[in-house]
């Protein structure tokens, strides 16, 4: 039983197109994250909801949307794509506890445009 | 600006013996600290964690020493076992924040 799951796992597509990765996580947790590895393999937040609210949205393009319809699915929405959204991206939950900061983090969807 | 730094990318052991992976970071209001394990193709695993109010966290074979004067931290892994082949992430929070800082990662290789 997976605790967080991304579907899909890989996703190519042509620069333009309108693409969602769709996220769930059924650890019971209250917080759920995107994050984005680039080819630099650098690990960044793009978004977080608590509780269905949005609470980060680190300087994303606003092309990104995030749509959070209860705790326990969080799923990302692009609009036209572009080249350089090509990574992968990961999605995360944890239990806001205060002094504990774990997040838990699906497979990731590898996004390939073209 | 890189908050969170793993200035080795790449650490070669000899099975057996003992890995230590290295982070610092800069920000002083990081009070919650992490290590994450990845394997190709998968996503990050949780290791170990520890809070500023600790300097050491140890788990079987892992332990997580904290410096916060030098604002560094270490993962030791011993024994190191074959299986602990993988990409290392260091990552750090401010408590509330709902954020993780990522390292860029450490490829640790355990040779037979």
């Known amino acids: 039983d997976t605790a967080v799951s991304q579907t899909p796992k890989y996703l190519v597509t042509q620069m333009g197109n309108d693409k969602s990765i769709k996220c769930e996580q059924n650890?019971?947790?209250?917080?759920m994250y995107w994050y984005k590895q680039d080819s630099k393999k650098f690990l960044k937040i793009m978004f977080s909801?608590?509780?269905?609210?949005?609470?980060i949205n680190e300087t994303v393009p606003n092309r990104f949307s995030p749509k959070s319809p209860d705790k326990a699915h969080l799923n990302l929405h692009i609009n036209s794509l572009e080249l350089g959204d090509s990574a992968v991206y990961f999605c995360?939950?944890?239990?806001?506890?205060?002094?504990?900061?774990?997040?838990?983090f699906g497979p990731g969807t590898r996004l390939l445009v073209l | 600006d890189q908050q969170v730094k793993q200035n080795s990318p790449s650490l070669s052991v000899q099975e057996g013996r003992i890995s230590i992976l290295n982070c610092d970071y800069t920000n002083s209001m990081f009070d919650y600290f992490l290590w994450y394990k990845k394997y190709p193709a998968e996503g990050p695993t949780f290791l170990i964690s520890i809070s500023s109010i600790k300097d050491k966290n140890e788990d079987g074979r892992f332990t997580v020493f904290l410096n916060k004067s030098a604002k560094h931290l270490s993962l030791h892994i011993v024994p190191s076992q074959p299986g602990d082949s993988a990409v290392y992430f260091c990552?750090?929070?401010?408590?509330?924040?709902?954020?993780?800082?990522f390292g860029q990662g450490t490829r640790l290789t355990i040779n037979p």
């Open positions: 990552a750090a929070s401010v408590e509330g924040a709902q954020k993780l800082v």
């Open positions: 995360a939950s944890s239990q806001r506890s205060p002094g504990t900061e774990t997040q838990y």
């Open positions: 650890l019971g947790h209250d917080t």
């Open positions: 909801y608590n509780n269905k609210e949005l609470i």
